[in-house]
């Protein structure tokens, strides 16, 4: 077996593999001789099938499969040992490769097409500047994160009469044509409905004012405009509420008010642990700022992220073999008609030749991901999932525990690598350069990213 390269140019090669009898026909007979062994056929005792008949019926497929796994093998080892950094796939090569006749022939010979990547240099300095867009938090985003803290702490307290927004708890009981209480109809108790989601405003409006112990009749159904909804509010099947019709009458036991927290230093020390040292409301509000503006530097290094993409692409001039690449796209993607390989082909070069750049810089800078990385990214995104939820202490034990449970699915371990990788090219990009710093709005970023 043999292997002759011939460089077109700089970008595009071919490979000629020359595989002769001796290179597979101890390996073909051993086959032959194993399907032989395996053969039952009318007629012969098993095992007993003549070599000439096995060879008549699997000889071909069998020389065809073990050159296939020659050519396979030999080109993968003679692109490491050559260290050819080549992109997609070898090709046949459609004008001289020959027809194979695997009857007749011994010796074959294999053309392949080849694209290599073209040799790149990356120049990060200190006399490179790039845009870096710090998001502000205001006063008013600031005051909504104060609230919402001091909501997700707060409590329903008893009251004495209803407002637009109170709950109430108390009991339904079905009412009949006369207004009496319906011989074996519904009764639920215990219920609480919430007046401000109601949609009738006239059923809404009859609530406003009345206290515990008073009745208000209704038809629950008119109320919320949701059968589903009022069964399950008084626990009922499906059929039973889509046959339902009617008004009840609702006796209020007792009508809630939801109170927002107090800005209290007990309060602060539940938001953020006791070694948060918070026991001011100034220092509160500083840290609901700081922590807004750190969820933020993601928007940020997404922003510079797209705009090092750019100007990377567009100072680092290189060719790429276009009609190599739109061949193998081609081949590779047999669905695609030759219209949406057209449509696609721009940015297809475009994320080619910034997956180039990146490895320049992996290379370059040495970038290397422990297992380590990736656990301790899975804390860091089950840390922002608790705070989604405004946990902001939750314990590290139970942040390992759910890391772990996520490097166990390996389509979320696949992600957590390609992230780490992801964010360590940023930052090695955003130590080189010189980042011009530019404070910004959270409104002003958005309006940017549109534009």
Request: net charge negative.
């Amino acid at each position: 077996m043999n292997i002759t390269r011939e460089n077109i140019d700089e970008l595009n090669a071919t490979l000629t593999i020359s595989v002769e009898k001796a290179d597979y026909e101890a390996t073909v007979n051993d086959v032959l001789k194993n399907y032989r062994k395996k053969a039952n056929m009318p007629g012969f005792r098993p095992g007993m099938v003549p070599a000439g008949l096995i060879k008549k019926m699997y000889g071909k497929a069998a020389l065809a499969e073990e050159v296939n796994k020659i050519i396979s093998k030999s080109l993968n080892e003679y692109i490491h040992a050559e260290n050819l950094n080549i992109l997609g796939e070898p090709l046949p090569n459609e004008e001289k490769q020959t027809a194979i006749d695997w009857d007749n022939q011994s010796d074959f010979s294999f053309v392949y097409d080849i694209g290599m990547a073209p040799a790149i240099e990356v120049t990060l300095g200190k006399e490179v500047t790039m845009p870096y867009y710090s998001i502000a938090a205001d006063d008013e985003m600031v005051g909504k994160q104060m609230d919402a803290y001091a909501g997700r702490l707060g409590e329903n307290k008893v009251v004495d009469s209803v407002e637009g927004k109170d709950t109430v708890r108390g009991t339904f009981v079905q009412l009949d044509e006369a207004g009496n209480e319906l011989e074996g109809g519904i009764k639920a108790e215990k219920v609480v409905i919430a007046i401000d989601i109601m949609k009738d405003e006239e059923i809404k409006a009859s609530f406003i004012g009345k206290m515990a112990g008073d009745v208000v009749v209704f038809d629950p159904v008119k109320a919320y405009d949701n059968k589903h909804e009022v069964g399950h509010m008084l626990n009922i099947s499906h059929e039973e509420a889509e046959a339902l019709s009617g008004n009840f009458s609702f006796t209020i036991e007792e009508v809630l008010r939801f109170e927002k927290a107090e800005l209290t230093p007990d309060l602060y020390l539940k938001i953020f642990g006791e070694d948060s040292g918070i026991t001011t409301e100034e220092e509160f509000k500083a840290r609901v700022k700081s922590e807004i503006e750190e969820n933020f530097v993601y928007s940020s290094d997404y922003k510079f992220s797209i705009d090092s993409r750019d100007a990377l692409i567009n100072s680092i001039q290189f060719d790429l073999p276009k009609a190599f690449l739109r061949r193998w796209i081609k081949l590779t993607n047999e669905k695609m008609t030759d219209e949406q390989i057209d449509g696609d082909f721009d940015n297809f070069m475009l994320d080619l030749k910034w997956q180039l750049i990146k490895d320049r810089i992996v290379k370059d800078n040495e970038l290397k991901i422990t297992e380590e990385d990736v656990r301790a990214l899975a804390k860091e995104m089950a840390a922002m999932q608790f705070r989604q939820y405004g946990l902001n202490n939750v314990a590290d034990e139970h942040l390992e525990n759910y890391a772990k449970h996520m490097l166990e699915k390996e389509e979320e371990r696949r992600k957590l690598v390609t992230k780490k990788q992801e964010d360590l090219i940023l930052a090695t990009i955003k130590n080189k350069v010189t980042l011009d710093m530019k404070e910004i709005t959270y409104d002003e970023f958005n309006k940017m990213l549109e534009n």
